[in-house]
């Protein structure tokens, strides 16, 4: 059996060859200036463009880790800060109460001395009063004896009466 | 999964029965019509049905609808010896009107019989769609080009059409955000995407160094999407790949050579045209030829590659389908029906593995010729001893990558040129 047309199929034909260069060149230039232009350069922006935008989110992504850090940091410091400030303001007023109580203390002391003093002066003063008192009554008594007839007996028994008018104190 | 295969093989099925059945039905329908004793023999079988569906032609065949003839042009010079250009509607306008005449079949390789001009003769043969598939002759002077438009002329310019409207409807979604670049939205945007930015990073990019691959991507993208159309455009009823011919995948094939040749560096041509600079003139003398052979094979096989795997997959359908007609003819009605079910089967496995095809052959001719010309345009840097080191290592990375992929290609090629 002879194939008549399979020669045909691997013999390229000039006309063929012709119109598809033609056709090829054509389709080429016009893909190349309306097609590929816009749309490889429009990837190559966005691609440029999305690896921007990562870079940028990952340096805020930094940024944001360490501005946390810094607060982390800035909180720890001012808790700490805090502390010490309240663990300063208690020994102060601890202190101040110390203080405080010392002083009242001694402000009690004063014037309980001070009272004691009083006392003593006022005591002195009664005594004193009192002295002057006795004296007067033991002339006032020197004078009834002398007026009264005086014996010894007599004498004794009144200067003893007049003793025992006296406050025991 | 099952469901989801049985939708998908019943329709390549459907598909199947109508692009195949149909052409053929007229074919067994002319039996009874009865032209001149013509009957159904095993050479008609495989001349009209397989190869005759395989081949170029200059018509397009829509049985049973319709035929359409394409136009013919001849660049001829006439009996004295002017060189003009000729155009008719179609074959038939060709025959009629010009002073043509058409070969008998099978006379191609024997001597010369006299071309059929009568007008009688010519309308039987016309009747019997013969000037469709036997060569026409000019009857005084001679034709310098049959400039003619084919069928796989058209179906490739429709592959470009149909590659035209994608990526310029495309190129305008991407001209509209221009001050900021957008998401992709909707499926088409982004399948295209997906494949142009494959070609740019996974063909491109890898195979041409220093950054010039920007030069050549708008050449790399047409041809793939060329090739992956047309390829395409093969599997579907009524049309053809116009890759299925060798003077397509040729002109594909040149136009890298071309490019190679253009754009090589001064270091290529140096190695090219005077051997390895560190090897003895004797082996030089023998490896520049080898060299020389070699590019243009490498080219060569481009195209023959492209070519064999587009035509082997249609030469496979219609072979299986052409056994049905065969069976019918040796063995009687009854085996052909029980080899349609079987010959339906295998070409529905060829069909999707030819889908298959489709985009290998497109990636692997686009790969390759990236290669090619990365190889090409690729500088050695020069400076002192490092020359002769860096160029050697330069050297072997590209002879180590051709490797790769024509490992790859083969493996990957294998299922379907058996």
């Given at each position: 059996?002879t194939?008549?047309f399979?020669?045909?199929?691997?013999?390229?034909?000039?006309?063929?060859?012709?119109?598809?260069t033609?056709?090829?060149?054509?389709?080429?230039?016009i893909?190349?200036?309306f097609?590929?232009?816009?749309?490889?350069?429009?990837?190559?922006?966005?691609?440029?463009?999305?690896?921007?935008?990562?870079?940028?989110?990952?340096?805020?992504?930094?940024?944001?880790k360490?501005?946390?850090?810094?607060?982390?940091?800035?909180?720890?410091?001012?808790?700490?800060?805090?502390?010490?400030?309240?663990?300063?303001?208690?020994?102060?007023?601890?202190?101040?109460?110390e203080?405080?109580?010392?002083?009242?203390?001694?402000?009690?002391?004063?014037?309980?001395?001070?009272?004691?003093?009083?006392?003593?002066?006022?005591?002195?003063a009664?005594?004193?009063?009192?002295?002057d008192?006795?004296?007067?009554l033991?002339?006032?008594?020197?004078?009834?004896?002398?007026?009264?007839?005086?014996?010894?007996?007599?004498?004794r028994?009144?200067?003893?009466?007049?003793?025992d008018?006296l406050?025991?104190? | 999964?099952?469901?989801?295969?049985?939708?998908?093989?019943?329709?390549?099925?459907?598909?199947?029965?109508?692009?195949?059945?149909?052409p053929?039905?007229?074919?067994?329908?002319?039996?009874?019509?009865?032209?001149?004793?013509e009957?159904?023999?095993?050479?008609?079988?495989?001349?009209?049905?397989?190869?005759?569906?395989?081949?170029?032609?200059?018509y397009?065949?829509?049985k049973?609808f319709?035929?359409?003839?394409?136009?013919?042009?001849?660049l001829?010079?006439t009996?004295?010896?002017?060189?003009?250009?000729?155009?008719?509607?179609s074959?038939?306008?060709?025959?009629?009107?010009?002073?043509y005449?058409?070969?008998a079949?099978?006379?191609?390789?024997e001597?010369?019989?006299?071309?059929?001009?009568?007008?009688?003769e010519?309308?039987?043969?016309?009747?019997?769609?013969?000037?469709?598939?036997?060569?026409?002759?000019?009857?005084?002077?001679?034709?310098?080009?049959?400039l003619?438009?084919?069928?796989?002329?058209?179906?490739?310019?429709?592959?470009?059409?149909i590659?035209?409207?994608?990526?310029?409807?495309?190129?305008?979604?991407?001209?509209?955000?221009?001050d900021q670049?957008?998401?992709?939205?909707?499926?088409?945007?982004?399948?295209?995407?997906?494949?142009?930015?494959?070609?740019?990073?996974?063909?491109?990019?890898?195979?041409?160094?220093?950054?010039?691959?920007?030069?050549f991507?708008?050449?790399?993208?047409?041809?793939?999407?060329?090739?992956?159309?047309?390829?395409?455009?093969?599997?579907?009823?009524?049309?053809?790949?116009?890759?299925s011919?060798?003077?397509?995948?040729?002109?594909?094939?040149?136009?890298?050579?071309?490019?190679?040749l253009?754009?090589?560096?001064?270091?290529?041509?140096?190695?090219?045209?005077?051997?390895?600079?560190?090897?003895?003139?004797?082996?030089?003398?023998i490896?520049?030829?080898?060299?020389?052979?070699?590019?243009?094979?490498?080219?060569l096989?481009?195209?023959?590659?492209?070519?064999?795997?587009?035509?082997?997959?249609?030469l496979?359908?219609?072979?299986?389908?052409?056994?049905?007609?065969?069976?019918?003819?040796?063995?009687?009605?009854?085996?052909?029906?029980?080899?349609?079910?079987?010959?339906?089967?295998?070409?529905?496995?060829?069909?999707l593995?030819?889908?298959?095809?489709a985009?290998?052959q497109?990636?692997?001719?686009?790969?390759?010729?990236?290669?090619f010309i990365?190889?090409?345009?690729?500088e050695?840097?020069?400076?002192?001893?490092q020359?002769v080191?860096?160029?050697?290592?330069?050297?072997?990375?590209?002879?180590?990558?051709?490797?790769?992929?024509?490992?790859?290609?083969?493996?990957?090629?294998q299922p379907?040129?058996?």
């Open positions: 059996m194939a008549l399979a020669q045909s199929l691997v013999t390229p034909s000039v006309g063929l060859i012709f119109w598809k033609v056709a090829f060149l054509i389709f080429l230039y893909l190349y200036r097609g590929w232009g816009p749309i490889t350069e429009s990837l190559e922006a966005r691609e440029e463009d999305i690896e921007q935008s990562i870079r940028r989110a990952e340096e805020a992504l930094q940024e944001a360490e501005i946390q850090a810094e607060n982390e940091q800035a909180r720890r410091d001012a808790e700490q800060k805090a502390q010490r400030i309240l663990r300063e303001a208690r020994d102060s007023a601890e202190e101040l109460r203080e405080q109580k010392a002083q009242t203390r001694q402000e009690i002391q004063e014037m309980k001395e001070q009272a004691q003093a009083d006392i003593e002066r006022e005591k002195q009664a005594l004193q009063e009192l002295r008192e006795v004296a007067d033991a002339i006032g008594a020197a004078q009834k004896i002398i007026e009264n007839d005086l014996d010894a007996d007599r004498h028994q009144l200067v003893n009466d007049a003793l008018d406050p025991t104190n | 999964m099952i469901g989801r295969v049985r939708p998908l093989y019943i329709v390549a099925l459907a598909v199947l029965g109508v692009s195949l059945a149909l053929t039905a007229p074919a067994k329908a002319s039996v009874p019509a009865g032209e001149a004793g009957e159904v023999t095993l050479e008609g079988i495989v001349n009209n049905t397989i190869l005759g569906h395989a081949e170029d032609g200059y397009l065949n829509f049973p319709a035929q359409v003839e394409l136009p013919r042009i001849m001829v010079r009996a004295d010896g002017a060189l003009t250009l000729e155009a008719y509607g074959t038939k306008g060709l025959l009629r009107g010009g002073p005449g058409l070969t079949h099978g006379d191609e390789g001597g010369h019989a006299d071309p059929i001009t009568a007008s009688a010519l309308s039987e043969a016309i009747g019997a769609k013969e000037h469709l598939h036997s060569p026409v002759v000019r009857t005084s002077g001679q034709v310098v080009a049959d003619s438009i084919s069928r796989h002329l058209i179906f490739g310019l429709l592959a470009m059409l590659v035209l409207g994608i990526f310029i409807a495309l190129a305008q979604r991407y001209k509209k955000g221009h670049p957008e998401a992709p939205q909707g499926i088409f945007q982004n399948m295209m995407e997906v494949l142009v930015v494959f070609v740019r990073d996974e063909i491109a990019k890898p195979n041409i160094p220093d950054g010039k691959w920007r030069t991507l708008p050449y790399l993208l047409t041809a793939f999407f060329f090739i992956l159309v047309a390829n395409i455009l093969g599997l579907v009823p009524f049309a053809g790949a116009a890759t011919n060798i003077a397509v995948t040729g002109v594909m094939a040149v136009m890298t050579f071309a490019i190679v253009l754009y090589a560096s001064t270091d290529y041509y140096k190695e090219l045209l005077t051997g390895p600079p560190d090897a003895p003139v004797l082996i030089r003398i490896l520049v030829p080898i060299e020389i052979i070699g590019l243009v094979m490498r080219h096989a481009l195209a023959i590659r492209l070519f064999a795997n587009m035509m082997g997959g249609s496979i359908i219609f072979s299986l389908i052409g056994l049905v007609f065969m069976m019918n003819v040796i063995m009687g009605e009854a085996a052909a029906w029980s080899t349609t079910i079987i010959s339906i089967g295998f070409t529905v496995f060829i069909l593995l030819k889908l298959l095809v985009f290998i497109a990636y692997v001719f686009t790969i390759l010729s990236a290669l990365g190889m090409a345009v690729e050695h840097h020069s400076g002192g001893e020359e080191e860096s160029g050697s290592g330069l050297d072997g990375r590209a002879e180590e990558r051709l490797d790769a992929v024509e490992d790859k290609v083969e493996r990957r090629a379907t040129t058996a």
